[in-house]
């Protein structure tokens, strides 16, 4: 009976672990802060995108888009904090077997990229699987 007891309550687990997995989603919240010592900018084009590896593609075709912000006018004023929080993915179902990432870039009027978000000095953001947080800061800074 002890045995029986066992093998279904593992039965119950597997199942409802692999269901659970695919009902929750890839929702990340994104915090960008631009410091106050930023040179100001202005109508300059903001791209958040989060996209995860596909590894059964090549190394030339992984990044695979879930979910992306475009602000075309998007403004910064030194001498002042700019922060924007927004989320990505809340359609999107999480996979578990991929890495997710968040990039946030600037873009200028001849579509040059002008500035970069970056947390700890890396510009590509791991978030949700493997251990990464669902929430991520971003300090915004000037392309050298």
């Given at each position: 009976m002890k045995r029986l007891y066992i093998a279904i309550t593992f039965s119950l687990i597997f199942l409802m672990g692999s269901d659970a997995f695919s009902q929750e989603s890839a929702k990340v919240e994104v915090t960008l802060k631009i410091p106050a010592k930023v040179a100001s900018?202005?109508?300059?084009?903001?791209?958040?995108?989060?996209?995860?590896?596909?590894?059964?593609?090549?190394?030339?075709?992984?990044?695979?888009?879930?979910?992306?912000?475009?602000?075309?006018?998007?403004?910064?004023t030194k001498g002042t904090e700019t922060v924007l929080t927004l989320t990505l993915g809340e359609k999107a179902k999480l996979n578990t077997t991929v890495h997710y990432a968040v990039t946030a870039t600037v873009f200028g009027p001849k579509c040059k990229r002008t500035h970069i978000g970056d947390r700890d000095g890396q510009s590509l953001c791991y978030v949700l699987t493997y251990g990464s947080a669902d929430r991520v800061t971003l300090v915004v800074r000037p392309v050298d």
């Open positions: 900018f202005n109508d300059q084009r903001l791209v958040v995108y989060l996209s995860h590896d596909n590894p059964l593609k090549g190394d030339d075709a992984r990044d695979t888009p879930v979910d992306r912000h475009i602000d075309k006018t998007f403004s910064h």
